[in-house]
């Protein structure tokens, strides 16, 4: 093969490529639609076909099914959250920024900031209505969450530490679900920073198991 038909084929095929994208593209974003109008149970495959204006062997071809297009729907949301909050903290890194806390709270705004633009995505979640499996996939990548909230934190592996990074996760996980509600964007934001707020006053890397142990080292009282 010559130059010219080498730079030729490698141009088909990164046309090829884009346009294969782009169709899949097109598939994720029509299932959005459909299934936050529907839900998964009654999401019928041709709505979604036609609403992207594809076709049922395309939809099979880049998913699968019914099944595996709502799982990379929900994939994509949590590659997606994942993707901003790493890129808003290295951002913050960048800027000087090197305060654990800091960084987690960048993080955390950022998550809390995406929920709102697709609090329609929320609402489905919540819904409960995903195929067989898919609460035991949230699950997983719960504790993933968690883990890498650990890391940011730069969190100990002592009980009481987990259990700090536990409870600080399912608090930023219920303010998103809150905000998956809001018909307001003020309310979002209020949602956001008093999930902050209540952050910063646990002051997680600062808590002294000794004293949550014996309340009454708090009380200055004796027996």
């Known amino acids: 093969m010559t130059r010219k038909a080498e730079r030729i084929a490698a141009k088909d095929n990164a ?22 109008e529907q839900g998964f149970t009654d999401t019928a495959i041709v709505a979604v076909v036609r609403r992207a204006g594809s076709s049922v062997g395309s939809l099979y071809h880049h998913f699968g099914g019914k099944t595996e297009l709502f799982v990379a729907l929900w994939e994509d949301y949590e590659d997606s959250r994942e993707r901003e909050a790493a890129e808003a903290v290295a951002a913050a890194r960048a800027a000087g920024e ?18 709102w633009r697709r609090r329609d995505l929320i609402e489905l979640w919540m819904d409960g209505d995903g195929p067989p499996g898919f609460e035991l996939m949230r699950r997983a ?7 890498q909230n650990s890391v940011l934190l730069e969190a100990g592996s002592e009980p009481v530490d987990r259990l700090v990074v536990g409870v600080l996760t ?16 003020r309310d979002a934001d209020a949602i956001c920073h008093a999930t902050l707020a209540l952050i ?3 002051d997680p890397l600062h808590i002294d198991p000794l004293r949550i142990a014996d309340p009454r080292t708090h009380r200055g009282t004796t027996h």
Do not use: H, M, Y
């Open 98 to 115: 090197s305060d654990p806390l800091e960084l987690f709270l960048v993080g955390t705004r950022s998550f809390l900031e995406g929920c």
């Open 15 to 36: 046309w090829q490529w884009s346009r294969t994208e782009q169709t899949r593209r097109n598939l994720l974003d029509a299932a959005r639609e459909v299934f936050c």
């Open 170 to 185: 399912s608090v930023i996980g219920e303010a998103g679900r809150e905000i998956g509600t809001c018909a307001r964007k």
């Open 141 to 147: 990548r719960g504790r993933e969450w968690i883990r």
């Open 200 to 202: 910063r006053r646990l």
